[in-house]
Structures are given as C-alpha cells and as structure tokens.
C-alpha cells in the first residue's frame, strides 16, 4: 500500500537528491549488490537482529526511514508489522512490485523524513539505512528518529563511514572515489548520482561524532560497530522510558 503525503518540499539538497535517486531507481538494487560484492545484505539482516528484542514484543511496531525500495523494511517485517517512508516516488514504486512479489506486512508512505506524518512515539523500532548522510540536517534527521520512537525503543542507523586501518582506508578511498563512480554511473545511466556517492560519505561525521551527535538528541546508551573494518557502521541508540513520579 502507498500513501502520498504532500509534505515533501521542492528545493535546495531535498529536491537534488530526490530527482537523482528517481534517475538511478530502476538499477538501484542491482548496483548495491554487485558493488558492495552482496555485503550490504549482510548489513542488514545484522540491523534487523540487533532490533529483534524490541519487535518480538507485543502489537510492536516498526518504522523504516528514507527505506528506497524497501529492502530492509522487507527484513523487519519478518519480526513486525513495518512502515516505510521515502520521498522518492520512484524507488517506492520499485519496492512496491517486490511488496506485491511476497507475503510482507510492510506499508510504503511517500514523505519526507524530517517531516514525517506519524504522531509522537509511534514505534519500537526506528531505522534508517544509508539515508541519514542524505538529510539536509542530521541533527533534524535524528531528532526527528527520537520524536517517532516510544520510549524503551531503539534506533537503528546504518551508514558508510570510515574505514579505520590505514592501509585498508586508502585501498578503500581508490575504490570509492576512482572506480565505484565510473561502474556506478555507466550502469545507473546517471552522470554524476555515484560521484555523489564518494562525496557525501567523506563529508559525513566518523562513527565517534555521529555518536556523540545522537546523544546530543538525547539518545542513551549508545553505540556503534563497524562493519567490513569501518566501510559501514551501524549506530544504535535506546530512548529510555521516563521515571513515574
């Protein structure tokens, strides 16, 4: 099912990542497999296992942000009844042929991620998978996760970062920058989406600052872990249930 919601503004970086990620929808799936060698699978059933306490309880709910064509709110649903947001209509249209493919207790709603139409402390879960760097504001983007989570829920955020042995971090960056652009782009038919790439990855915080920015928004108990030596982290934060006076 598809909602359209007519809150999804129309300029600056919104607009611009928008209309790109509509350009590249129809290999989307295609290139993050084949370029990532199938890893970001991996990544997020990892996600999904490290949520799975929270959606095992009962009538739990889980919300998936910026989810594209749905591959990890797929994943989620497999524990609970899962809601998927997106602004691109496009990449929602992709996910809804593989919805109707299968037996998925997933909604899609077209909006924005900062402005999401759900009330306050909806869900058990919130996730977002390589959609926060995206954001025109991080910190409205996380505050926007705490505001949807319930109280004794997490958040899930699973974005590229940095890799962390020096070696291995050049290796990567020649990949990233050199040759992920020139097969991304070809395939994609896109000019410039998978030099964006590289871009907004090396402009977003490292694990520790993106840590301390999800504190900062009031989460507690957080960490991260670094998969495949730092090419992705998976940051996890609780919003803890108030005290009764």
């Not at 359209?4 to 989307?28: C, Q, T, W």
């Not at 990892?46 to 998936?64: K, S």
Request: some cysteine; charged content about 20%.
């Amino acid at each position: 099912m598809q909602i359209h919601v007519d809150n999804l503004g129309g300029s600056g970086k919104a607009a611009r990542v928008r209309s790109m990620f509509a350009e590249i929808a129809p290999r989307y799936d295609l290139l993050n497999h084949v370029l990532s060698l199938n890893i970001d699978k991996r990544w997020r059933r990892f996600v999904t296992r490290e949520v799975a306490e929270q959606l095992r309880r009962p009538g739990a709910m889980a919300l998936d942000l910026c989810c594209g064509t749905a591959e990890l709110s797929m994943e989620l649903a497999s524990l609970a009844p899962t809601v998927g947001v997106d602004f691109c209509h496009p990449m929602l249209m992709h996910g809804l042929k593989k919805l109707r493919a299968g037996a998925f207790s997933v909604k899609l709603v077209e909006a924005d991620a900062l402005r999401c139409p759900m009330a306050d402390e909806s869900f058990d879960v919130v996730t977002m998978a390589f959609g926060l760097r995206n954001l025109e504001s991080i910190d409205s983007g996380l505050g926007e996760v705490y505001r949807l989570l319930k109280p004794g829920g997490r958040a899930a955020v699973l974005e590229f970062s940095h890799p962390q042995i020096p070696i291995f971090r050049s290796l990567f960056h020649f990949y990233f920058t050199k040759v992920l652009p020139r097969v991304g782009n070809a395939v994609s038919g896109s000019s410039f989406a998978y030099n964006y790439l590289p871009e907004s990855v090396l402009a977003f915080p490292n694990q520790k600052a993106l840590a301390d920015a999800m504190r900062a928004v009031g989460f507690s108990s957080v960490r991260y872990y670094n998969l495949a030596g730092g090419i992705a982290a998976l940051h996890l934060g609780d919003k803890h249930v108030r005290s009764q006076k």
